[in-house]
DNA sequence: TTGAAAGCGCTAACAA
DNA sequence: TTGTTAGCGCTTTCAA
């Protein structure tokens, strides 16, 4: 039932007795302390190198008291995490950034109460250092109970209300939004709508408010306004809408690539060319951008920097739980291809 | 710079003090042994309860040997375990089998021979309990080199070659493929071509071979073939050399659906219609698959499943290391949409 | 600059 | 059934 099986490794005991020297210095060593003598430092090292030696993580973690670890914990339910290649590329910018520490990342699914307890104890109990949340929802007590707590956390994207200390990374929602709008206007539309995400979340609030700034006080303005829930059927249903509010509508602003790919397919059904007719951009530049036909225009983000930004903040709270850190909110771009 | 600042959890010894017992007592009953008289067992829990007790794991790992942790190796830079839902999916699955375990999922990005030695060194140093390898690349020794460090390994999809002994979860490719080209035939498809994957992979070799199973000894045969890259640029240049080659080609298997939406631009390029002239049916049921237009007609694989059964591999390697484990080889199934 | 020694919190072997 | 005890491998005072 034990099961070790496999050969014990050394420990410092072992390299300090092939160095001829303490524990202590060996500790030092591995530590990089400045007060380490030339001359016992190489032997320790040869010695390290020779014996193969690594430090037990376990033993250093009982009584340094830190585990060296981080925690990503997506609060899922939200399909989209999933898709798309941004939680990948999240998981990848987070790695990219961690490399560079000692921290090693734990993953954690935790959509549920109970999930959401778990993630407490582990917190608590000093099992991680600190946790990166994405993809919460609305007033998900998580976050607040865990920086109560005195934990160092971070969350990936704006929570819907302020959480007073937690900072937090996002893309800019609203500039990216307005950008895309002010394109359209550029491009010389004039009837130009938006279908936008649901209202309940922030990056659906956003990209509505960045696209009437983008018309305020323009002619026309911001009237044409359907509501999706940033899925391609209600892109389609919010289409067709907006061709029945107003027939002369040249360009749709989609606060999704979904729903801009369901508002395609409702244009198609109407008869209208894209983007002859009626030009279309998309946000998120996922997958289905590149492959819709014609291929979207779309709003970039920079997720795997976001991924990075992320574990930037989240070591700077573990070192340094005192500061106060500022949100990080990211500038996407404007990746032009077919549809507009 | 110790920075401890949380307040310090109880201690075995102290639920132990707080129920009248000794340490070895509480032990007993926080890991489940059965020769706990009822009394004490109360006694401890109740104080458990009390303190808010909860095991130091590094304290436990550090004389069990053990780590309670299995990682997950993302070997990647081949993108495609990041774009679509696989990944997410995948990880799902895993998290969700070993949540009835005290397994916690780490995870890991590695493509370099740098990472590798990472991960090689955290299983020798005991940091981890087990492997799970996805996205391996051809003929990466990495697999080799943990199963022959005893280490607990399963791989994500059936590697190029024959590593004995290492099992692995994979969706049946050539079964869902060879569906998918029989499904063509009975809708009274008979020019049916394949676009394939790289032949220097599992999927792209197994999936063209089940396409040539289902049409062999059939008229016409398998014999419309042109290579891909699974990336929708080589399928839309594919498209286009088949119709070359037999402008009657009335339907056509693509071994991805990136691959089968670049047939689709092709298709609409030459003018053909979509089902109407030519079928076409992709491979992945991807988020693209659902939003082409049409929505493509695509294999689809049950990757959450995948995950679960990895994990379930992983859990039975790492309790019983020497049983012989066999590959899990789960159904595929076609999803029919608009485009066959 | 170094060594010695005291634990960190826990499990498991042994004795009672 | 229970208590006692010897470590697990490491960091970190404290003295030297």
Redesign the pocket.
Known sequence: M?STGRA??P???QVAAEA??????V??V??GS????P??LKAVQEAIRKLG?V??QA??S???RRSDTVLLVVSESEARVFSEPFFGSLVRGISQELSATPLQLNLMMASTARQHDRVEQLVRNGHVDGVVLISLHGDDPLPRNLAAAGSPVVLGGRPISDLGGVPYVDADNLAGAKSATEYLHRQGRRRIATITGPQDMAPGIDRLEGYRRALRGRRGGARLVAQGDFGQASGEVAMRELLAADPAVDAVFAASDLMAAGALRALRAAGRRVPDDVAVIGFDDSAVAQHTDPALTSVSQPVQRMGRELARLLVARIREPGTVLDPVVLPTELVVRESA
Chains 1, 2 share one sequence.
């Open positions: 034990t014990r490794r420990t410092l005991e001829g020297v303490s524990r202590g210095t500790s030092r591995v530590n400045l007060e380490v003598s001359r016992a030696y430090p037990n033993a250093r009982l009584v340094t």
